[in-house]
């Protein structure tokens, strides 16, 4: 007996439907060819191409780590590993959240005259920011080498933080993407707030110091979450079970919110752009 395809697993033109699950991958795929491109296009005519952002990196963490060791009365060598990942964590946190803000009004010509899906815009910048992550954790390597950071078994840890934030990215760019479209002058805010934000997270500066009455800088701080489940297994401590939970937590609400705005305003984003 021959083996038949039911309506149901072709389209309407005839050719068998593609699963869920591979669609999803072949995106993922797409998305990350498009962020590899768009890197390799932005430093086609440079000697050293996405490193230059990496060496701007470390000389905004050796200006943060004389500072910072010069205020908390502390050896530049005690300090320079923990604001260093602080830094690189920092900016891939601070790219996902501006690059989502323009995610769509950046691609308006594909947006508008093509049908691509919108999960190909966004893997495309959360993908972009990743590879420019693995740029930065070049000085972290550095580190290493030099004796300034520890190296153990307690930083494979750092890697399901890794993924959290990223995973994180998505429905980050999804929902201020659709937001910044819709309402122009929510981008300009979410940067301003966003140096704002980087001062007052422990990015350069020791929480553990901070005095008790200003705990709550801390521990209502989002932000220092994502930081500390990837910078305290690199500087060999092991984050709290709090910390990992409050992330969850965070990606949770985040993923319902981002599914929320996206029925609300995913039809009208050819207008919105």
């Known amino acids: 007996m021959a083996l038949t395809t039911s309506p149901a697993s072709r389209n309407f ?21 498009w962020a ?14 996405p490193l230059w952002e990496t060496i701007n990196v470390l000389v ?3 200006g943060l780590a004389v500072v910072s060791s010069a205020i908390f009365n502390s ?12 830094i690189i964590v920092w900016s891939a946190i601070g790219a996902l959240i501006t690059e989502g803000s323009m995610a769509f009004v950046r691609n308006t010509g594909f947006v508008t005259g093509s049908t691509l ?12 920011v990743l590879i420019t992550f693995a740029h930065h954790l070049l000085i972290y390597v550095l580190g290493v080498v030099v004796g300034l950071i520890p190296l153990g078994f307690t930083s494979l840890l750092a890697l399901p933080g890794i993924v959290l934030l990223f995973t994180n990215g998505f ?16 981008d300009p805010i979410i ?13 350069f500066w020791n929480y553990r110091t901070i005095a008790s009455n200003r705990q709550f800088l801390v521990d209502y701080n989002l932000l220092f979450y994502f930081i500390e489940i990837i910078r305290s297994p690199l500087l060999g401590e092991i984050p709290p079970a709090s910390h990992y939970l409050a992330v969850l937590g965070v990606t949770i609400v985040g993923y319902l919110i981002a599914w929320l705005t996206y029925r ?10």
């Open 13 to 33: 033109n005839g050719a068998r439907a593609i699963p869920q699950y591979q669609r999803t991958w072949n995106n993922l795929r797409k998305s990350f060819s």
């Open 36 to 49: 590899w491109l768009d890197i390799v296009c932005q430093y086609r005519r440079s000697k050293i191409g």
């Open 60 to 62: 905004m963490l050796t």
């Open 75 to 86: 050896s530049l060598r005690d300090v320079i590993g923990y604001v260093a990942i602080g």
């Open 117 to 128: 899906g919108i999960d190909l815009y966004i893997g495309r910048s959360v993908f972009k």
């Open 171 to 186: 429905w980050v760019i999804t929902t201020l993407g659709l937001i910044c479209a819709r309402f122009r002058d929510v």
């Open 191 to 203: 940067r301003n707030l966003l140096q704002l934000a980087f001062f007052v997270t422990p990015v």
């Open 264 to 273: 609300r305003m995913r039809a009208q984003l050819a207008f919105f752009v």
